[in-house]
């Protein structure tokens, strides 16, 4: 069993920056594929990012490409967002997900939640105008 912890979000203001973690423990994730999903209120979850086994390989949801980075520190066991010029519209709950498959690219499935085994509880971003 993977255990996931995300940190790192809070109230900010529009324009600023927040780095998110996502702490792995139970097993070793670097063969995982992970990615970040939100959900904002009233809405469906949705697809932020995912980064595959190596790092090699990352996809963005349109939103926030070019505001967002995944990474990952396999030694630390931990996966990052971080979150640039952040916008009201990007106020959600933010969790992490791992995926067993070791994907050297990340494709479509990547961005659907069915594709993840293990889920963390989510921390809140909350951006004020």
């Known amino acids: 069993q993977v255990q996931l912890v995300e940190s790192g979000g809070g109230l900010v203001q529009v324009g600023v920056s927040l780095r998110l973690s996502c702490a792995a423990s139970?097993?070793?994730?670097?063969?995982?594929?992970m990615g970040w999903f939100r959900q904002a209120p009233g809405k469906e979850r949705e697809f932020v990012a995912a980064i595959s086994w190596s790092g090699g390989s990352t996809a963005y949801a349109e939103s926030v490409k070019g505001r967002f980075t995944i990474s990952r520190d396999n030694a630390k066991n931990t996966v990052y967002l971080q979150m640039n010029s952040l916008k009201p519209e990007d106020t959600a709950v933010y969790s992490c997900a791992a995926d067993p498959r070791r994907i050297r690219t990340i494709g479509q499935s990547s961005r659907y939640t069915y594709a993840y085994d293990y889920w963390g509880q989510g921390t809140q971003v909350t951006v004020s105008s």
């Open positions: 139970g097993r070793s994730i670097s063969s995982y594929t």
